[in-house]
């Protein structure tokens, strides 16, 4: 916060410490601005605010509760030691420093799986392909054919049932 001139002229003017022809200059300004009279008085009326709520404690000082003292020192000795203090200050680094090596093993993880999945291709380009419609249909038919082998070998249903494909019927066939 910046104080104009004025202000500070004003502030010192209250504390009296303008020379004898400056306070003269200023009372005169005073006289003939009614702004300035205005904020004079304003802060007159804070120093005696200020001066009465210094003078009114000094006369009748506030005295603490019964038991207050005791009852802060009961909370302070129910506050951890610096020891405990340092120790916890170690485990909690600790465990953020493990929160961030997993956290790069699984962005690693993650990057590693896509990468194996083909979403980066090798050739620079940054689409991301699809099979054709014929290679869908191929495997498709591949997982058709594999269920299918497994209901066909199991022809007296010993595996459990809700493992077991319903009979669904053959792609094409």
């Given at each position: 916060?910046?104080?104009?001139?004025?202000?500070?002229?004003?502030?010192?003017?209250?504390?009296?410490?303008?020379?004898?022809?400056?306070?003269?200059?200023?009372?005169?300004?005073?006289?003939?601005?009614?702004?300035?009279?205005?904020?004079?008085?304003?802060?007159?009326?804070?120093?005696?605010?200020?001066?009465?709520?210094?003078?009114?404690?000094?006369?009748?000082?506030?005295?603490?509760?019964?038991g207050f003292t005791a009852g802060v020192l009961a909370e302070v000795r129910r506050l951890p030691s610096r020891e405990q203090m340092?120790?916890?200050g170690l485990s909690e680094g600790a465990i953020r420093l493990c929160r961030r090596l997993l956290l790069a093993a699984a962005i690693?993880?993650?990057?590693?799986?896509?990468?194996?999945?083909?979403?980066?291709?090798?050739?620079?380009?940054?689409?991301?392909?699809?099979?054709?419609?014929?290679?869908?249909?191929?495997?498709?038919?591949?997982?058709?054919?594999?269920?299918?082998?497994?209901?066909?070998?199991?022809?007296?249903?010993?595996?459990?049932?809700?493992?077991?494909?319903?009979?669904?019927?053959?792609?094409?066939?």
């Amino acid at each position: 916060m910046s104080f104009s001139n004025d202000d500070q002229q004003l502030q010192r003017y209250l504390d009296g410490e303008l020379s004898e022809t400056d306070a003269a200059a200023f009372a005169a300004r005073m006289l003939a601005d009614n702004d300035l009279r205005q904020r004079v008085d304003a802060m007159k009326q804070v120093q005696l605010g200020f001066a009465s709520v210094s003078e009114a404690s000094a006369a009748d000082p506030v005295a603490a509760p019964a038991g207050f003292t005791a009852g802060v020192l009961a909370e302070v000795r129910r506050l951890p030691s610096r020891e405990q203090m340092q120790q916890t200050g170690l485990s909690e680094g600790a465990i953020r420093l493990c929160r961030r090596l997993l956290l790069a093993a699984a962005i690693l993880l993650g990057m590693g799986l896509g990468w194996q999945s083909g979403l980066f291709s090798p050739n620079g380009s940054d689409r991301v392909e699809a099979a054709s419609p014929a290679e869908i249909e191929a495997e498709m038919q591949r997982l058709d054919d594999l269920a299918f082998e497994a209901v066909d070998s199991d022809p007296a249903g010993k595996s459990d049932p809700r493992t077991k494909p319903m009979g669904a019927p053959r792609r094409g066939k």
